[in-house]
């Protein structure tokens, strides 16, 4: 394999946009629609396609993800391999869109499924969230009656406890079975979370996601958590893992925060070591974002993959929810075969 790549590529890029059904609302955003840079990786026989949606809270939207592509372009297309992409591209979409075009094409002219090239389980469907998106609490409510009454819920947070609370409430009543979890997606301060977590704990919520903002993770030392924290916006890449230990008890992997499956890999098995739990999550794009998440998943404690759920349209042949669990076919991507 290792020969094959090192002949020349060519590398096509394109930016897609696609609409929400209604606006998503979290802590500080409101989102409409998500742009996508899409890379598909040649060698004149094979293709291999990869999506990145970037991070918007790291200012990594569609033209700054198009121009590290273009940056890398003479690299990748002179033969530089999978993994010499760590060093070549910064993490980001745009390297994630291309690592995971490398998978794809790896799998295509390998004859063998990217699941098993990257030395992991067999894909099995898996339990994946569902996301309510911040609202008032009664539209929660009846949000939460509207979804998979098999999923796990996860509800968006703004950072206002009193109305936060009475949203956990909401949903808790709705749904008084389900899982929950809850994401507030750095809006807390460390004074406000004693009052909200009382409130988490009384509602039976399981996960806490990201309630301080980027640089105040040394708030959390010595803090009790009474439920599993979970680093999102905290845990960029692999360099972060080692400083969350301590102050968060899961780490939330999103390729396009990372830069792609080959680092999320590496993530997800380090937090294990530690002795942490692992998430797998989505910067809200297509299918095709979320089929090598879906791989990655197969190693993850935590599934939150419904990126897809909230577009008006997805690609073809993508991602399906059904009992409360997301199933991703290799059609779409990681495959032996070609993709249409």
């Known amino acids: 394999m290792a020969s094959q790549m090192e002949q020349r590529l060519s590398l096509d890029l394109s930016i897609e946009r696609f609409a929400y059904r209604e606006p998503f609302r979290i802590s500080g955003h409101v989102f409409e629609s998500t742009t996508v840079l899409v890379a598909r990786l040649s060698d004149g026989e094979d293709t291999g396609w990869g999506e990145g949606a970037g991070a918007y809270y790291l200012g990594d939207d569609a033209e700054n993800m198009l121009r590290q592509a273009e940056d890398a372009r003479s690299r990748i297309e002179s033969g530089a391999s999978r993994q010499d992409l760590q060093q070549v591209m910064p993490a980001g979409g745009a390297r994630n869109a291309i690592d995971c075009a490398y998978w794809d094409l790896e799998a295509k002219r390998s004859h063998t499924p990217a699941w098993q090239l990257a030395g992991l389980p067999e894909p099995q469907p898996l339990r994946s969230t569902l996301t309510l998106g911040a609202a008032e609490p009664d539209e929660m409510a009846a949000a939460a009656l509207r979804l998979d009454p098999a999923a796990p819920i996860k509800v968006k947070l703004t950072g206002d406890t009193a109305l936060d609370i009475r949203r956990i409430n909401a949903v808790r009543d709705a749904r008084p079975d389900?899982?929950?979890?809850?994401?507030?997606?750095?809006?807390?301060?460390?004074?406000?979370?004693?009052?909200?977590?009382?409130?988490?704990?009384?509602?039976?919520?399981?996960?806490?996601?990201?309630?301080?903002?980027?640089?105040?993770?040394?708030?959390?030392?010595?803090?009790?958590?009474?439920?599993?924290?979970?680093?999102?916006?905290?845990?960029?890449?692999?360099?972060?893992?080692?400083?969350?230990?301590?102050?968060?008890?899961?780490?939330?992997?999103?390729?396009?925060?990372?830069?792609?499956?080959?680092?999320?890999?590496?993530?997800?098995?380090?937090?294990?070591?530690?002795?942490?739990?692992?998430?797998?999550?989505?910067?809200?794009?297509?299918?095709?974002?979320?089929?090598?998440?879906?791989?990655?998943?197969?190693?993850?404690?935590?599934?939150?993959?419904?990126?897809?759920?909230?577009?008006?349209?997805?690609?073809?042949?993508g991602v399906t929810y059904s009992d409360g669990k997301v199933h991703c076919d290799t059609a779409i991507w990681g495959g032996s075969g070609k993709m249409s």
């Open 178 to 317: 389900a899982w929950i979890g809850v994401d507030a997606n750095q809006g807390y301060r460390i004074d406000a979370l004693p009052e909200l977590l009382a409130a988490l704990v009384a509602a039976r919520v399981e996960l806490l996601e990201q309630p301080l903002a980027i640089g105040h993770e040394a708030d959390l030392d010595g803090f009790d958590r009474p439920i599993p924290f979970a680093a999102d916006e905290s845990a960029l890449g692999l360099a972060d893992v080692e400083g969350l230990v301590g102050r968060f008890d899961v780490v939330n992997i999103k390729l396009d925060k990372c830069g792609g499956l080959t680092e999320g890999i590496a993530i997800a098995r380090r937090a294990k070591a530690l002795g942490m739990g692992v998430m797998v999550g989505n910067m809200m794009g297509t299918s095709l974002s979320m089929a090598p998440s879906y791989l990655l998943g197969q190693l993850c404690d935590i599934v939150d993959l419904d990126g897809p759920t909230f577009l008006t349209r997805d690609r073809p042949g």
